[in-house]
């Protein structure tokens, strides 16, 4: 396993946590059939269904 020569700077390092936390996490796709936004690998909160299965029931109220 690679290691560091040096120890990083604080600055250094908070420099670089502040550049990951600008990028977005969410990669939200759209359902095929609902239309409604979605996270991957997560069923469908709209219709409540994953790769094409009714797995959990949702209620319309």
Do not use: W
């Not at 560091?4 to 359902?31: I, V």
């Amino acid at each position: 396993m690679a290691l560091p020569k040096r120890k990083s700077s604080k600055s250094r390092t908070r420099r670089t946590k502040a550049e990951n936390m600008k990028r977005s996490l969410n990669k939200a796709g759209f359902d095929k059939e609902s239309g409604a936004p979605s996270l991957p690998h997560r069923v469908c909160p709209a219709t409540g269904k994953y790769k094409g299965r009714q797995v959990i029931t949702v209620s319309d109220e």
